[in-house]
């Protein structure tokens, strides 16, 4: 059986050329685009709202494509940063060959790359999120000799009509099939073409939140990722609420990624699962069981957790997300297997049976190296998270956590057997830390905190500053207090973040 990993490439151009899109080079684009008769050329890059941005470009010969691949073109900086000032904020942005793929939307054919910023004297710009991560994992890599990994559980909800044939079960959604799942061939669609622009996607499959509201059907759908670089991580999750985005718009559909919807029903999470990788190996265990490196690395989240929400939760409806008594985080805490804590051990193929040959006699007994597959989850953020700070926040606090002496200690304290929520925990509750409430809450932690960012030069203080002032601006200290039982005032709340 073939193992090559481009044999089943969802990749146009990787499928062309024959190798892997991190091997492409600026010779490889320009030979995909005169070989295919290209004429269009897009340069995407995420900016401070966090939605990708878009540049155009249309070959008129060979030297201008070799010129804008080389040298990238000037872009206002002013207009997609809140903290770059108009009178110095010409950037260049310059493209990044690996992340090529074809625009699956484009009525003609076009070649998409994302870009990096540079700054006026040609460095890669301090305050960019993109740039922000890869100091983060350089530094998490040369303080530890690791690699740090991620991927994430894109939640969203699908709105539609509601025609009242086969009704879903209100909030038991969770794997349905058709016809009580509405969406489940648009969310495969999704899958596909997510796969098409460099998504590694892991499965999907329908969530728990349904619900009818105003006569629309509110389905909620999960697309969940395969572990990698952080930044690769972060640039597909980018990606995929851009292709999710288009094809709902292209189908007739809405669909968002809000935080909250109503009272009562589920909100939609961004989890973020995390790993250290050395020489291609999972250091999460040891013996088959969880290591001294992941309880070190979650001891470095539980003690930045209060400010990581700067990062993970972003506007106000995020906190009426994080509430108590829901599959939501309040309590800073881990446990295993335990969806009621901030930190969650995700079950692991740990038993060393054969399954497979159990579940199939015809087959033959194999040994596999699950080991592999053991992740730690971070399960405050949600779809307002800027991925590219929420990951880099995420690669501090392990290093933190490595580097910390009491680290251990800090992981046994905080550890929790069972629901966070039942009796016998009562008295360990009261000792734990507690997620903030509210944006300006959040802000407060990460102005408390901001020097382990800062760190190393990994967050430039101007974005330190720049998120907390967004932060601040919502006033939001007792707002979740104040219309938590007005289903009404929360509708409103939430049609002015719904596209987050």
């Known amino acids: 059986m073939s193992t090559n990993t481009l044999d089943y490439t969802s990749n146009l151009i990787a499928e062309k050329l024959g190798k892997a899109p991190a091997e492409f080079t600026k010779a490889d684009i320009i030979g995909y685009i005169k070989s295919e008769n290209i004429r269009h050329v897009n ?10 941005k ?15 691949l080389t040298c990238g073109e000037r872009v206002d900086g002013s207009s997609l940063f809140t903290f770059i000032q108009a009178g110095a904020s010409d950037l260049y942005v310059i493209p990044r060959f690996r992340t090529a793929f074809m625009d699956p939307f484009a009525e003609l054919p076009t070649l998409v790359l994302l870009c990096d910023f540079f700054d006026k004297d040609g460095n890669p710009l301090a305050s960019s999120p993109a740039y922000t991560l890869h100091r983060a994992c350089k530094a998490f890599t040369e303080s530890t000799g690791f690699v740090f990994e991620a991927m994430g559980e894109l939640e969203y909800y699908v709105i539609a009509d509601d025609d009242g044939c086969f009704p879903a079960t209100d909030q038991r959604g969770y794997h349905e099939s058709a016809p009580y799942a509405k969406f489940n061939d648009f969310r495969q669609l999704c899958m596909q073409y997510i796969a098409q622009v460099g ?3 892991k499965y999907g499959h329908s969530e728990v939140g349904n619900f009818t509201l105003d006569g629309k059907i509110y389905e909620q759908n999960e697309i969940e990722f395969l572990p990698c670089p952080a930044e690769s991580a972060a640039e597909q999750l980018l990606l995929a609420k851009w292709v999710i985005r288009n094809l709902a718009y292209s189908n007739g559909l809405d669909v968002t990624f809000a935080p909250k919807i109503t009272v009562g029903k589920a909100g939609s999470g961004l989890h973020i699962h995390t790993r250290i990788m050395k020489d291609g190996q999972n250091l999460m265990l040891k013996d088959g069981v969880l290591s001294d490196i992941a309880r070190k690395a979650i001891a470095g989240m539980m003690c930045l957790a209060p400010s990581i929400t ?3 939760n972003t506007n106000p409806t995020s906190y009426f997300r994080l509430v108590p008594h829901q599959e939501a985080p309040t309590n800073v805490c881990w446990g295993d297997r335990n969806r009621s ?26 040994s596999f190296k699950n080991s592999q597959k053991q992740t730690v989850e971070m399960r405050s953020p949600d779809g307002s998270a800027d991925l590219f700070m929420l990951l880099a926040a995420l690669a501090v606090a392990f290093r933190y956590g490595l580097e910390k002496p009491d680290a251990l200690d800090i992981a046994k304290n905080t550890y929790v057997s069972v629901n966070i929520h039942q009796e016998e925990n009562k008295e360990l509750v009261k000792k734990l830390a507690q997620l903030p409430d509210s944006c300006v809450a959040s802000a407060k932690c990460l102005a408390a905190q901001r020097g382990i960012y800062e760190e190393k030069g990994i967050f430039a203080p101007a974005m330190i500053d720049a998120v907390i002032a967004k932060l601040e601006a919502y006033r939001d200290e007792t707002l979740r207090a104040s219309i938590a039982d007005d289903p009404a005032a929360i509708l409103e709340l939430v049609k002015k973040f719904f596209h987050c």
Request: net charge negative; with cysteine.
């Open 43 to 52: 340069f995407m890059y995420p900016a401070g709202d966090g939605r990708l």
């Open 54 to 68: 878009t540049l155009n470009f249309v070959i008129n010969d060979g030297a201008y494509l070799e010129e804008i």
């Open 199 to 201: 998504g590694r996607i």
């Open 310 to 312: 700067a990062f993970g």
């Open 341 to 366: 804590v901030l930190v969650r051990v995700p079950l692991g193929w740990t038993a060393d049976k054969d399954m497979c040959s159990q579940a199939n006699p015809l087959e033959k007994p194999v």
